[in-house]
């Protein structure tokens, strides 16, 4: 069976990788900021690299634009303003196009929220991880609580449509009741959205060559269980494993992502994931800042997708989802329909894993604690389903 080839959603993804401090367990790419930015040369590279995707942007509306990072909050409000306009000359944009910041506590930048949000900025995306000095000393973030707070309040004043604030869960040395202060700290400037996200230890970072002490299994369950709580009984929707909403206050971006839709990702060590005629490929943006300026051959590498890959790639975003997927739309990312994918979810189904109502796939409570090792599942086994359906 093939991949279908109609045109997804599309976003934009804007990656700024300057940071002050590289934390010890990010593995995003991100880079120690070298004195003054480079921020005329950049935002021009960046619309540059736009303007020449034209076939990319042909005939498509832009839903949401998000800045990440690093910490694109580093530049100044003038930049970002200059970015969103190169932007708005090159693509379509929705008229409700939802357009994210990522920023981090500190005195400089809260001080400048308002003005991001002038800028054109609809929704902050603010990087707490905790409101715990010791466990913020931990993470090696730069930012203490009272800084934390006072950011959470200005971001909470700025005039935004909405606003995120990301905490961490399952830190060194947390227990129940420190992660459970997190949290209702947080819940006190009523953010529309809130991601709770457990800290996991990725390779290539500072805290895989040097592991800090991590709560016992059982003891990060009960934390998830009891921040999961806490957020749900606040009012807000867990719609996916990390993110809680009000009503009417999704990340429209991240949806796009979960749902497998298209993003063109522009800036230095940029991810993107088209979909075309041939079917979907992930370009990749050169990493050094430096080259991407000068326009040395911006994209690093390109890589076709295969079907299995495709339909794994799809599992594995959609499946994060609390909703789960529609057959329509496994059919319109993939080419696939449940029938032909009974032989890859059948034992998942029978272990109470996934669960299917009527044309809804979705994971089960207890699939959703156990998502990293049914991925693991479909990814030994997609290749070889695709083949068969074809």
């Known amino acids: 069976m093939t991949a279908a080839h109609k045109e997804p959603?599309?976003?934009?993804?804007?990656?700024?990788?300057?940071?002050?401090?590289?934390?010890?367990?990010?593995?995003?790419?991100?880079?120690?900021?070298?004195?003054?930015?480079?921020?005329?040369?950049?935002?021009?590279?960046?619309?540059?690299?736009?303007?020449?995707?034209?076939?990319?942007?042909?005939?498509?509306?832009?839903?949401?634009?998000?800045?990440?990072?690093?910490?694109?909050?580093?530049?100044?409000e003038?930049?970002?303003?200059?970015?969103?306009?190169?932007?708005?000359?090159?693509?379509?944009?929705?008229?409700?196009?939802?357009?994210?910041?990522?920023?981090?506590?500190?005195?400089?930048?809260?001080?400048?929220?308002?003005?991001?949000?002038?800028?054109?900025?609809?929704?902050?995306?603010?990087?707490?991880?905790?409101?715990?000095?010791?466990?913020?000393?931990?993470?090696?973030?730069?930012?203490?609580?009272?800084?934390?707070?006072?950011?959470?309040?200005?971001?909470?004043g700025a005039g935004f449509r909405s606003f995120n604030i990301d905490l961490m869960y399952g830190l060194p040395g947390q227990t129940v009741a420190q992660a459970l202060a997190d949290v209702r700290g947080a819940l006190s400037v009523q953010p529309p959205h809130l991601s709770l996200y457990e800290l996991t230890i990725e390779a290539h970072t500072a805290f895989a060559h040097n592991p800090p002490p991590l709560p016992a299994e059982d003891e990060r369950l009960a934390i998830e269980d009891a921040v999961t709580e806490a957020a749900c009984t606040a009012g807000y929707e867990r719609y996916e494993i990390s993110a809680y909403a009000r009503p009417g206050h999704r990340c429209v971006h991240n949806l796009n992502y979960w749902r497998f839709g298209d993003y063109l990702g522009l800036g230095s060590g940029a991810h993107s994931k088209l979909t075309g005629p041939a079917g979907v490929s992930r370009p990749v943006r050169i990493a050094d800042p430096a080259r991407y300026m000068a326009d040395e051959g911006r994209v690093a590498t390109c890589r076709r997708l295969s079907e299995g890959d495709v339909l794994f790639e799809f599992l594995l975003n959609a499946l994060r989802l609390t909703e789960g997927f529609s057959e329509e739309l496994l059919r319109a990312r993939t080419g696939h329909d449940f029938a032909s994918l009974d032989r890859l979810w059948?034992?998942?189904v029978e272990q109470g894993l996934l669960?299917?109502?009527?044309?809804?796939?979705?994971?089960?409570?207890?699939?959703?604690?156990?998502?990293?090792?049914?991925l693991t599942d479909f990814l030994t086994n997609a290749d070889t389903v695709s083949a068969k359906a074809s």
Request: hydrophobic share 40%.
């Open 9 to 76: 959603p599309l976003s934009l993804y804007i990656h700024i990788p300057w940071c002050v401090a590289k934390c010890p367990y990010c593995d995003f790419h991100s880079l120690p900021r070298p004195g003054p930015l480079p921020e005329t040369p950049y935002v021009r590279a960046v619309i540059d690299d736009l303007a020449h995707n034209q076939d990319v942007l042909a005939g498509r509306t832009v839903a949401s634009i998000f800045l990440g990072g690093g910490t694109p909050s580093l530049f100044s």
């Open 78 to 156: 003038a930049a970002i303003a200059e970015m969103l306009a190169g932007v708005e000359r090159h693509a379509t944009l929705a008229g409700d196009c939802e357009i994210t910041l990522e920023a981090n506590p500190g005195t400089l930048e809260s001080g400048r929220f308002r003005a991001f949000r002038e800028a054109g900025v609809t929704r902050l995306s603010l990087g707490v991880q905790s409101l715990h000095d010791p466990a913020l000393r931990a993470l090696g973030r730069i930012h203490d609580a009272h800084t934390a707070r006072s950011a959470m309040e200005a971001a909470a």
């Open 346 to 348: 059948a034992q998942a």
């Open 355 to 374: 669960q299917r109502e009527q044309d809804r796939m979705r994971t089960t409570p207890l699939g959703r604690r156990f998502l990293d090792s049914l």
